[in-house]
């Protein structure tokens, strides 16, 4: 066999490099840095919002439709109801205030840029 007739091992590729039209580096901090990585308490509020929500209905339900075998078990029932209900409500209430900490945590680093051919802070280094 003749070095002619071999075969390459590896098929030769062809890499093409496009470039992007540029490159923006954000300083970001640490505090700034733990809001982004946990997404904000925003979820836990809505998932445990959901979850009193959905036992204050399973309660409520209860009381409406089947008699009380006694009183103690009835006020027991509407405590239960009560307390669920307003847990429900304070933690829509908490999500629904801070749902946006990520969002602003970015909308916060995002103005931070220089705009094109704005002033740059002299004495500052990339290393």
Do not use: H
Request: proline share 6%; glycine share 8%; net charge neutral.
């Amino acid at each position: 066999m003749s070095p002619e007739d071999a075969q390459p091992l590896i098929p030769s590729t062809e890499i093409r490099y496009v470039g992007i039209g540029e490159i923006t580096i954000y300083f970001v901090s640490e505090d700034e840095l733990r809001v982004l990585e946990r997404g904000g308490t925003s979820s836990i509020f809505l998932n445990l919002a959901i979850f009193f929500m959905s036992v204050g209905a399973s309660f409520f339900a209860s009381l409406l439709l089947s008699p009380p075998p006694s009183i103690r078990t009835f006020v027991v029932m509407v405590v239960l109801t009560v307390f669920t209900a307003i847990a429900g409500f304070v933690l829509i209430f908490l999500w629904w205030r801070s749902s946006g900490d990520a969002t602003d945590t970015i909308k916060r680093i995002r103005a931070r840029r220089i705009p094109p051919g704005g002033k740059i802070i002299e004495g500052t280094r990339i290393s």
